[in-house]
């Protein structure tokens, strides 16, 4: 059983499209993230939701809108693709936020805009 | 300055040898620290986390020393399947537990 799931693995489209990468973990954690690594393999938080609420939110364009509808969900849409877009992008879980729990991250999104 | 800073490698070293990886961090808030391990094109895991005591897990040991803000990975009798990148987090408790990873040290263990 996978314990934490993303769709679609791989992603292209044309700039200017939008789209919707999704995620589900069934570990029963309470936080969600998503991570950007781009070309140069740096990962950067993106945004981070502990039971729904929005706790995280670093300097990413508002093109970029994330949605939890539960605490096992944690999508993210993406308006107006451009190019710098490109990356892949990585959910995780943990079990609650701070303390000495590490996170389990899904198998990644590669992003591709053309 | 990064947040947090690793050794620049690539290391590339023979079977059986022994390697050491260093991160420092500048945030003094920072509360947990853990290594990733991250394979081409694949996901990060969480390789183990990093306690003031300094902790072994097999042929890996950590080491913390928060006065020098330093943090340390070290892989004795090293295998071709070590060969991987090597992620440091630190994560900042008082900032809703955000971590942040370093660029990571790329180690190849060659037969």
């Known amino acids: 059983d996978t314990a934490v799931s993303q769709t679609p693995k791989y992603l292209v489209t044309q700039m200017g499209n939008d789209k919707s990468i999704k995620c589900e973990q069934n570990?029963?954690?309470?936080?969600m993230y998503w991570y950007k690594q781009d070309s140069k393999k740096f990962l950067k938080i993106m945004f981070s939701?502990?039971?729904?609420?929005?706790?995280i939110n670093e300097t990413v364009p508002n093109r970029f809108s994330p949605k939890s509808p539960d605490k096992a969900h944690l999508n993210l849409h993406i308006n107006s693709l451009e190019l710098g877009d490109s990356a892949v992008y990585f959910c995780?879980?943990?079990?609650?936020?701070?303390?000495?729990?590490?996170?389990?991250f899904g198998s990644g999104t590669r992003l591709t805009v053309v | 300055r990064k947040e947090v800073e690793q050794d620049p490698g690539p290391f590339n070293v023979p079977e059986g040898a022994t390697v050491a990886f260093n991160c420092t961090y500048s945030?003094?808030?920072?509360?947990?620290f853990f290594w990733y391990r991250q394979d081409c094109r694949k996901e990060p895991k969480l390789l183990m986390s990093v306690y003031s005591s300094g902790n072994e897990d097999g042929r890996f040991t950590a080491q913390l020393n928060r006065a020098s803000q330093y943090i340390s990975l070290l892989i004795r009798d090293s295998k071709l399947s070590d060969s991987a990148t090597y992620l440091c987090?630190?994560?900042?408790?008082?900032?809703?537990?955000?971590?942040?990873f370093g660029d990571g040290t790329t180690l190849t263990v060659k037969p």
């Open positions: 939701y502990n039971n729904k609420e929005l706790i």
């Open positions: 995780a879980s943990s079990q609650g936020g701070t303390g000495q729990t590490g996170y389990t």
């Open positions: 570990l029963g954690h309470d936080t």
């Open positions: 987090v630190v994560k900042d408790n008082t900032n809703a537990g955000k971590s942040t």
């Open positions: 945030n003094s808030a920072s509360q947990s």
